[in-house]
């Protein structure tokens, strides 16, 4: 209980320091203009007259791709410029409990910007009748990959104290894992590569899953994806910044 204690007074305090600055308020509104914009202009959701959540869900990745570098970009980063980050560490609270309420305060701030999104839901009701089952399916699948995101994003601000360089790193991974399974790079692999070879790039893809439960298919194969994603990069999170603090 003590240890889940400290953990939620990081998270809080990460929280709550989204909120105190401009960037929160700039993030979630970036956000909702360039869905808005995508699902409703770019996608033509009207003039398509079928009243599903496809087109929404399909830019979230790429929005992601920009936003949740630029919200985590100062998670450690920021830290490690202004020296607190040895003010936290001499705090009664392991390096554990610090990693994971600073990630879980980044994909609660991220999942409440989803979470706004909700008015298209409804507008996609009042105009037909969506499956809600493969809405929900999607939000879920969405907050996975943010979740995803933001522990990538994570790693990314902890190798470094200028948050430019974070930002750059946090979106180059991202866009890595986003097309590893695209058919054009699985297609330039597989003139030259084994089909074993193909298959293991494809599989560090985040899209197929996204895409799966995009289509309202919920499967603990994909759920389990993202959660090894986001465990194996809180894990080198805790290697770089132990490193760091011992050098």
Request: aromatic content about 14%; overall charge neutral; some cysteine.
């Amino acid at each position: 209980m003590d240890s889940l204690r400290v953990s939620m007074a990081v998270f809080k305090r990460e929280l709550r320091s989204y909120f105190e600055s401009p960037v929160a308020y700039v993030f979630i509104v970036a956000f909702l203009l360039l869905t808005g914009f995508l699902t409703f202009s770019v996608t033509q959701f009207y003039e398509r007259g079928v009243a599903d959540l496809q087109p929404f869900f399909f830019w979230h990745p790429w929005v992601y791709l920009l936003l949740i570098p630029a919200a985590t970009m100062g998670l450690w980063a920021e830290e490690r410029r202004s020296g607190t980050i040895e003010l936290l560490l001499t705090m009664p609270v392991t390096m554990t409990q610090a990693i994971m309420g600073k990630f879980l305060a980044a994909w609660l701030f991220i999942t409440l910007a989803i979470a706004l999104t909700l008015p298209v839901v409804f507008t996609t009701g009042y105009l037909g009748d969506p499956d809600l089952g493969v809405a929900f399916s999607g939000y879920l699948g969405s907050a996975l990959l943010a979740g995803a995101c933001v522990a990538i994003g994570m790693l990314a601000s902890s190798t470094t104290r200028s948050q430019v360089i974070a930002f750059v790193v946090s979106l180059i991974v991202c866009l890595v894992l986003l097309l590893a399974g695209w058919p054009p790079v699985t297609g330039f692999f597989v003139r030259w590569a084994p089909t074993w070879l193909v298959d293991a790039i494809a599989a560090f893809s985040l899209m197929p899953h996204f895409e799966s439960m995009q289509r309202g298919v919920v499967d603990l194969a994909d759920i389990g994806y993202y959660v090894s994603v986001i465990v194996f990069m809180l894990f080198a999170t805790h290697l770089v910044i132990n490193n760091r603090k011992s050098a």
